[in-house]
């Protein structure tokens, strides 16, 4: 094996520029061969050696956007009878082995590479449920609304994507990475917890569209267009826990709903009635009252009649955060499972929502949306799941630490 | 609704290229946006854009090369009953849909433009299975070998992944059109067949290596060196069938089996071992004997002390063509569908293998594999099917028109 070899070299590089980055997410434009280290993604640099740091104030997998191409969501159970010192012994090594493998290396156990060697943006991100607050003794530190969501009239919760200790989040714009990331991470988890659910999703491939277009969901919309902008102080407001415990300040909590789509439905509805259900055009996101894609929608707009343009039951109308402690950066993938065996979709999102607090921004958007919107004739909740999203973590320490001891 | 728009525009180009190419497999860069039209994919003219064309003397998906990141291989099954006169609509419905959802744009009975706009290199590739022969009454046309492919003594087969009376193969390199695609094709096909199977599969990235690298597997060993150059003849002379009717002259043969990976023990298996096994490097996919990715292994290397290099029961020496005859196109694909609920991997491979004549390329060499293999340590053929591939078809026309009638 020659040790100088591109991909050992490409490594270092990675290395040092992730031993370098200060805050969780931090891209790096990595250079690949024989490019110059400042060339950014291009056919000279491939997009598989970007890397993003795993410590740092926040947990990465969060304001790392765009999102990744790629996510499985894991809700793993911890097995019975696991107590606290084996919760830190797994924390402890799980955050070894997320900070080993977002920089391009394999887990400290494993011995080859190649598979890791280019993790295209791999995110490792970890969530604490109710019961693994209980097996802790911590109990009381569960906030109540991951403990127990409330339930919506619309809900048709399935206990097969629902609930869960701990959850895994791991994201990469490459499947290749992705699936050993997975796979790595479980293998060293799986003798203290055994795998509720997981849940594979997607969005449009890196590159498909120009850099900073708003993805598009399996219904056609653009989805996400009133999310915070990266990088942008309302979305640090709207995600980042700002009292609290040190283990918990600069962490998060995620709402993960998986969402079912009727698409054959949608499929066959008129073009227009689908741009009122949301009151957003399908071909550019744009209000249906005009403007751009980043333009509000007008919710008093009257048509040449006087009529009014947008519905009250029209999404966009009952989902637009109407106080600042309602804001969420939603970070949504689409799956696709389907067909089943006669033919039919097994489709839909899965909407994962991150904020500081659930109670006053998922819960009451979602009490709306159950009264009222014109999409609930096209989806349906299916799978629940919320989780304390703890702080990033510094080097040598690990996530949860201060709520788990070292 | 701006008709002159972005997207119309990009589409408008993609339809007039769509329709000045001459042979199944021809791609097609397209400018998006406001790019120059001469312009290839790059930040400026996103990969989603290009498309492939549909008609010509072959079809798609065979020597589209490289082969693209998304996979899905559907068995479908005709419903009891189903005659001549519906499988020939059902040929005519799904070759007008290929065409549509390849050039961007929706099927003939769908109406939103945006989901299928982008179709990143998209294909879709037809194959009969024996059921299809009979059910036409033209089961004296269907090949032995596809009708029954011989039995290896290291088959673990399950009926849940093998046979099937109808292949699609869907591919892109964006798994959104790929989910559109699908279902659109399932919901055409759904009234006259039943799914039988269902298997997803992945490559790396588009754009995470270089352009022409050769991907890896979930073992990470580059798999697929050995295979003819895209656009050799070596390439046409193992893939396309010469001799018989007009209807087959021009089509292939497909083998697709699925392979299930020991990855637990494979990981932990030390790397020489692994190296040895296959007689390729890992890092490079160079031989183990020397020389570059695209030398071939000298299977007469002695080491210092006069001993071999490479094992007789090494996987190239077994695997690799040993008359012309054995040829073979391999266009394979990653498959995870793990972990499972005790947290082990559930993943392997989609061996995809057009050729020919199965019966003197894919049989003669798995036998071989089957007889003496150090891979078969790690590998599990546990589904199989196998298909006639028609030839490629004209505007007008359907795929199999010559075996269906019009």
Known sequence: MSAGGPSLRRRAVLLGAAAAAVGGGTVTALAARDAEPEAGPSAAAPMGAEGIGFHGVHQPGIDTLPAQAHAVFLGLDLRPGTGPADVRRLMRLLSDDAARLMSGRPPLAAEDPELPALPSRLTVTFGFGPGLFDAVGRGGDCPAVVRELPTFPTDRLEPRWSGGDLLLQVCSDDPVPLSYAVRRLVRDARSVTSVRWMQRGFNPARGSEPAGTTPRNLFGQRDGTANPAAGSPELAEAVWVRDGPSWLVGGSMLVLRRIRMDLDTWDDFGRVGKEMAV????????????????????????????????????????????????????????????????????????????????????????????????????????????????????????????????
């Open 279 to 406: 009151a957003r055009r399908l071909d550019t996101g744009a209000p249906v009252t005009g403007g751009g894609e980043f333009d509000e929608v007008d919710p008093l707009a009257v048509d040449g009649r006087g009529m009014p343009v947008v519905a009250a039951s029209a999404h966009v109308a009952r989902a637009k955060a109407r106080t600042p402690a309602e804001r969420m950066l939603r970070r949504g993938y689409s799956y696709d499972d389907g067909p089943t065996a006669d033919g039919k979709p097994d489709a839909g999102q899965l909407f994962a929502a991150y904020q500081a607090d659930a109670a006053t921004a998922f819960v009451p958007v979602q009490a709306r949306l159950a009264e009222s919107d014109v999409m609930n004739l096209w989806v349906t909740h299916v799978g629940s799941a919320a989780f304390v999203i703890p702080a990033g973590c510094v080097e040598g320490e690990f996530v949860g630490q201060g709520l788990l001891g070292a």
